[in-house]
């Protein structure tokens, strides 16, 4: 069964920190690497995705990603209090119907 | 990104009754999935939604208890029949672009009493 692992924290930050959420997955056929944001009470949102071993910086967000230790994180510098949010990283097999989402990290980003 | 709407955004039904809720997209997509987040907890895929054919289901659900149609390219409904208290949830559907990026709609929050 493909995994997809997070520690469900919360991840308590100060604010203009930098928080790092990571992720572990089992398939090792996985080719694309998401994160995703969600409010309280709201629907996920896209904010990051990455395919290639390395780091992609986007804004104040990069996410990074090692394929052969089967890992990816997100890195939020200078976090802010509206960065506060659970934080889910899915995968999936690059033929787009196998997305496996891991359980959330709740962030706390404290003023 | 995608523009998807959701109808109704919440309810809150009587046991062993049905609700049907609509899933909108603002431009034709091939893949369309319906989800579950119950509380405290992360997405449970429920089924692909296939244009003109059944959907497929994942393990644990069945087409019994969430009828899903899909008339076209755009549009999709789930169907969660003879609720129960415990299909108290949050349920979505997403959409994949040509991208391979995954888009959620705002989503149905559904209390059953």
């Known amino acids: 069964q493909k995994e997809v692992e997070q520690n469900s924290g919360p991840l308590s930050v100060p604010e203009g920190a930098i928080a790092s959420l990571n992720c572990t997955y089992s398939?090792?056929?996985?080719?694309?690497f998401f994160w995703y944001r969600q409010y309280s009470g709201k629907s996920p949102e896209l904010i990051m995705f990455?395919?290639?071993?390395g780091d992609k910086e986007d804004g104040r967000f990069t996410a990074q990603l090692n394929k052969a230790s089967q890992y990816v994180s997100l890195l939020i510098r200078d976090s802010q209090p509206s960065d506060s949010a659970t934080y889910l990283c899915?995968?999936?097999?690059?033929?787009?119907?196998?997305?496996?989402f891991g359980p959330g990290t709740r962030l706390s980003v404290l003023p | 990104s995608a523009v998807i709407s959701q109808k109704p955004s919440r309810d809150i039904c009587q046991r062993g009754t049905s609700l049907t809720i609509q899933c909108q997209v603002d431009?034709?997509?091939?893949?369309m999935f319906w989800y579950r987040q119950q509380p405290g907890q992360s997405l449970t895929l429920i089924a692909t939604?296939?244009?003109?054919?059944?959907?497929?289901?994942e393990s644990g659900f069945v087409i019994d208890k969430f009828p899903i149609s899909r008339p076209n390219l755009t549009f999709s409904t789930l169907t969660v029949s003879n609720m129960s208290p415990e299909d108290s949830s949050i349920y979505l559907c997403?959409?994949?672009?040509?991208?391979?990026?995954?888009?959620f709609g705002p989503g149905t929050r559904l209390t059953v009493l």
């Open positions: 990455i395919y290639s071993n």
């Open positions: 398939d090792r056929g996985s080719q694309s």
């Open positions: 899915a995968v999936n097999d690059n033929y787009g119907q196998n997305f496996v």
């Open positions: 997403s959409v994949i672009r040509e991208s391979n990026e995954q888009f």
């Open positions: 939604a296939n244009q003109g054919s059944e959907a497929t289901y």
């Open positions: 431009s034709q997509v091939t893949m």
